[in-house]
């Protein structure tokens, strides 16, 4: 393998290439949680602008994203296959394949290097908080979202069950209900009670199942003729925008400076409707439009970065420390370290470790096990 072909973007397995831009949205996401992991170190892109407070908006992205994805394939082909044993047998050992070893590294690490080297590593397990992870109980530091993921996981088959069985995937009686669940939801556990960083699923079930339910739009509005009008088309990329906007106003420092209120790094965190509102309707419009914003979303560096998205999620947040307060390099050269570090050991780990796993889980054969 060339170091070029190493660094390159998967390419997109056929009949993919119109939602390859959804890899830009994972580069995106971990952008976001990135930039604002950075600032709240002192790192800043401009003096005049923080990214304090948007690693959530990046969060709430990738589990709009999970909802979307995961849903969208149980959504094609035929109903009886979908119900079938095998392909939710299938689908649960992807899942597994795709998380747990990574997640299991990165534990590992965790509590060999704050145990035996580096005591004031940002993330110190012990051997009990590491099984505790492992059983989706504990979600120290940046690992709280892993839990949150793999529960919706498990709940995605009755997702689909309601969505395609019960419901034959009829968009109106599906929204109807989302919403009803929702206003359940903010009555029973109210959003504003939630705790940040939790582990707990309810508080951003509306975010997953706002995903989940604009995979059905999508596949409605994608089969519609008056979708591929040039009218619909350039209001859903206007209307993309519009929203991506929207979620960069809750960008604290970007909200403070428009309407000269200052708020809280954590003022919009626990805006869990919100944010599955703008960034659902941001993946089905920009999906629809007329290319503009999916041909930026499907530049190579957005897709690498998406690609390695999960392990620069699990490895920048010890990184940036550990540069910043414990490495003797110059102020001016910290930046620069900082994102060769977590690029080059996010693209070692995930060639190493992760797509080793995610072509196991494609090219698992039940009948030679």
């Known amino acids: 393998m060339s170091l070029v072909s190493f660094f390159r973007p998967e390419p997109s397995r056929p009949g993919q290439e119109r939602t390859e831009s959804l890899d830009g949205l994972r580069g995106v996401a971990v952008l976001l949680v990135l930039l604002s992991h950075l600032s709240n170190a002192g790192f800043d892109l401009h003096a005049g602008l923080r990214f304090r407070g948007a690693g959530k908006p990046g969060v709430f992205l990738f589990f709009v994203l999970s909802g979307f994805l995961l849903t969208r394939q149980f959504l094609q082909g035929d109903r009886e296959r979908v119900f079938s044993r095998a392909v939710w047998l299938d689908y649960a050992r992807k899942r597994a394949l795709r998380i747990l070893p990574l997640f299991a590294v990165a534990l590992l690490t965790s509590a060999l290097v704050s145990q035996y080297v580096y005591a004031d590593f940002e993330i110190p397990l012990t051997w009990s908080e590491v099984g505790a992870h492992l059983r989706l109980q504990q979600g120290k530091s940046i690992f709280w979202t892993i839990p949150v993921e793999v529960k919706y996981y498990a709940c995605l088959p009755l997702v689909v069950l309601v969505m395609r069985g019960l419901f034959r995937s009829r968009l109106l009686l599906c929204s109807v209900v989302l919403l009803g669940v929702l206003v359940f939801l903010e009555l029973a556990s109210p959003a504003a009670e939630s705790d940040l960083n939790g582990i707990r699923l309810a508080p951003y079930l509306p975010i997953f199942l706002t995903g989940s339910l604009s995979a ?9 003729r008056f979708a591929r009008s040039r009218g619909f088309r350039a209001g859903s990329e206007g209307a993309a925008i519009l929203l ?31 944010y599955a509102g703008l960034w659902s309707l941001f993946l089905v419009t920009q999906l629809l439009g007329t290319g503009r914003i999916r041909s930026i979303l499907s530049a190579a560096p957005l897709r690498f970065l998406g690609n390695i998205s999960f392990s620069v999620y699990l490895w920048h947040y010890p ?15 910290q930046f620069p370290l900082i994102a060769i570090l977590v690029l080059s050991i996010s693209t070692l780990t995930y060639h190493g470790i992760e797509k080793p796993f995610i072509r196991w889980g494609r090219n698992w054969d039940p009948k030679e096990r």
């Open 244 to 274: 991506f906007a929207g979620v960069l106003l809750t960008i604290p420092d970007i909200y403070n400076r428009i309407f000269d209120v200052p708020v809280l790094g954590t003022h919009f965190h626990r805006d869990y409707g919100l």
């Open 216 to 224: 059905l739009l999508y596949g409605k509005l994608e089969a519609a």
């Open 319 to 333: 990184i940036i420390p550990w540069v910043k307060h414990d490495l003797p390099v110059a102020d001016v050269a």
